[in-house]
């Protein structure tokens, strides 16, 4: 049985990037280079070769700047399909996905979230795929892409969830730092934002919801994984792609 890749998608490319500072002071944080390319065009590339069709990519810092990378993405003929959505007011992860159902921009069927920010490596099987082929749309309203606090490069804190032996997530419990930090990377239903409230609000809202009814679920990433934060992080980023793309037996990465 084929695997139900969904066919659209959303990239969260609204934030200023105060940590990123100052580099994003005249560039969004997502057009900023990693490895020859913005990191933009890295995730629209894995959503393209996952079979992803359409992509919302909301705006607000530099909307101009974010509006000519899809235009001269578009221009040279890559893929997938992109919609701007620009938002004069900061609406969150949360409110911007729900603006966008609102508007009708991402359809009635499951769809990827990808925070803007983020890059990985694929492990056997594609990430995208791996999420997409682990969902159950019956009994989870949300799958999020969890990393090992191990293979995690930029800033990270103390964990985001912990796992049961079972395979269900719980939030860290006070002073405790727990072993999985969420990737930015996430397949979700429609029905998750049934109740959403209006305006900005962030994704934890309703991950915590889903964590109540016991309908979010998790699959843990099996390779690297970059959160790109702050200058440093892409100084990092770089010179860990750079090693595991080209590998040197006397490099131990």
């Known amino acids: 049985m084929g695997v139900n890749i969904p066919a659209t998608a959303m990239v969260f490319a609204a934030g200023v ?3 990123m500072r100052p580099l994003s002071e005249s ?5 900023l280079h990693v490895a020859g390319q913005p990191i933009l065009d890295h ?3 894995r959503l393209e070769a996952a079979g992803v069709k359409r992509v919302v990519v909301n ?3 530099r909307p101009d700047a974010i509006r000519d990378a899809l235009h001269a993405r578009a221009a040279s003929g890559r893929g997938p399909r992109t919609v701007e959505q ?3 007011d900061l609406l969150e992860t949360g409110g911007s996905a729900a603006a966008a159902l609102r508007a009708g921009r991402l359809g009635p069927d499951p769809f990827f979230l990808l925070n ?3 890059m990985w490596l694929n492990g056997p099987v594609p990430a995208l ?3 997409a082929a682990a969902f159950d749309p019956d009994g989870m309203d949300a799958l999020l892409l969890l990393g090992p606090m191990t293979r995690a490069f930029g800033e990270v804190g103390h964990g985001d969830f912990a796992v049961d032996v079972h395979g269900r997530p719980r939030r860290p419990r006070a002073g405790e730092i727990t072993p999985y930090v969420f990737t930015g990377v996430q397949i979700v239903s429609p029905r ?3 109740y959403a409230p209006q305006g900005g609000f962030s994704m934890n809202q309703l991950w915590d919801r889903a964590i109540e009814a016991g309908r979010l679920g998790v699959i843990v990433h099996d390779s690297l994984w970059f959160h790109l934060s702050r200058p440093a992080d892409i100084d990092a980023a770089e010179r860990v792609l750079h090693a595991a793309l080209n590998p040197d037996p006397d490099n131990d990465i």
């Open 129 to 131: 795929r791996r999420l």
């Open 17 to 19: 990037g105060r940590r």
């Open 116 to 118: 803007g920010d983020v």
């Open 86 to 88: 620009a938002e004069p």
């Open 192 to 194: 998750l934002f049934e």
């Open 43 to 45: 995730l629209l590339d």
């Open 59 to 61: 705006a607000h810092w």
């Open 27 to 31: 560039v969004p944080k997502p057009l």
